[in-house]
């Protein structure tokens, strides 16, 4: 492999995560770094699938807090939380430099998953 190769990149092991997408309504918390809204995180009222969405507007801030969020919610599925309890476990926690921070009371519901994706495109 010389440096004009393209890397050929292999996963020999990830936890599974949530489904990535859903037809039941959700819950959604903004999620934040230095008070300004990132992205948000959801998941599903009646199915097994939650995931974060970055803000279209967030630029990099938005795109690597999704990374982070990557890793706490195959964390949480490993650990057994249904993904309404993976939403509400840090809430209220310490901001994280990369995940950021949700606060408290900030929960809420839409009828669907398109519904937050066009909140997050602004």
Do not use: C
């Not at 097994?48 to 969020?69: F, Q, S």
């Not at 990557?70 to 926690?93: E, I, T």
């Amino acid at each position: 492999m010389s440096l004009t190769d393209e890397p050929k990149f292999r996963t020999t092991f990830a936890p599974e995560s949530y489904a990535r997408t859903t037809e039941s309504a959700i819950r959604y918390v903004p999620v934040s770094i230095d008070s300004t809204i990132v992205g948000y995180l959801w998941a599903a009222v009646s199915d097994d699938a939650a995931k974060y969405v970055a803000r279209e507007d967030a630029g990099d801030l938005g795109a690597n807090a999704g990374v982070a969020w990557v890793q706490r919610l195959r964390q949480a599925r490993a650990n057994g939380l249904a993904p309404l309890q993976a939403l509400r476990h840090w809430v209220g926690q310490e901001e994280d430099p990369r995940a950021g921070r949700i606060d408290l009371d900030t929960e809420q519901e839409l009828p669907n998953l398109k519904a937050l994706e066009d909140l997050a495109a602004g």
